[in-house]
């Protein structure tokens, strides 16, 4: 069975500085990964993601990932974090044949970005 | 071109009510698929269809839920006799017949008085 692990619940940093979110995948085959991002009471919103080839991910909002498969990890990185970056992060792994293309998503990291 | 439409965007309901979400996926997607987001929580895969066919249900409770995706018009999630655990919010994705990424609708948030 596929899982996501966010081990981080709550994430604080200062604005300007650098974030990680780790996020920890278990897939029994390639698996698509996603980062998605959800302000209160919103919908949510597609980062980034990955398929294949290169393994570093760039996103919209100067997000980027890595995958790393012998980790089985995708952490998301953003090198100078804005006050508006304050919301639930979404890691997510999914299939790519018919069967198994519903998303498995991780429980959120949560980020307060301090002025 | 309009992304994935849902409604209502809010509902209340009554202990024992019937709730029934709609969603219209993007033009040209014919694949659906509902998740439920407890306050709180991650979002919990339910249901996942295509035109007029359940491909996988399996994150469906077993009874009061069901979801169908007719030829024509909006995909519909459908809670009978609903419970104060049903709160929550669902989320409507839609995505293209190949592989694609699925796209997220705003959600519906349920509450159950």
């Known amino acids: 069975a596929q899982s996501v692990t966010q081990p981080d619940i709550h994430i604080t940093v200062s604005e300007g500085a650098s974030l990680e979110l780790r996020c920890n995948y278990s897939y029994g085959a390639t698996p698509y990964l996603f980062w998605y991002v959800q302000s209160p009471g919103q919908g949510l919103q597609l980062l980034l993601k990955?398929?294949?080839?290169?393994?570093l991910v760039q996103g919209i909002k100067g997000f980027e990932a890595e995958f790393k498969r012998s980790q089985s990890s995708f952490n998301l990185r953003k090198p100078s974090v804005h006050w508006s970056d304050a919301a639930e992060y979404f890691c997510a792994v999914g299939g790519t044949d018919t069967g198994r293309r519903a998303l498995t998503f991780g429980s959120g990291t949560r980020l307060q970005v301090q002025p | 071109n309009a992304g994935v439409m849902q409604n209502p965007r809010h509902l209340v309901r009554r202990r024992g009510q019937e709730a029934r979400l709609r969603c219209s996926p993007v033009k040209g997607h014919s694949h659906v698929y509902w998740y439920r987001q407890l306050p709180e929580e991650g979002l919990k895969f339910m249901v996942y269809l295509q035109k007029e066919n359940i491909i996988d249900e399996s994150g469906m409770p077993k009874e009061r839920f069901s979801a169908e995706f007719p030829k024509e018009g909006p995909s519909i999630l459908r809670i009978q006799q609903v419970v104060r655990g049903d709160s929550a919010a669902y989320f409507c994705?839609?995505?293209?017949?190949?592989?694609?990424?699925?796209?997220f609708g705003p959600g519906t948030r349920l509450t159950v008085l």
């Open positions: 990955y398929f294949s080839g290169d393994t």
């Open positions: 994705a839609s995505s293209p017949p190949r592989q694609g990424t699925a796209q």
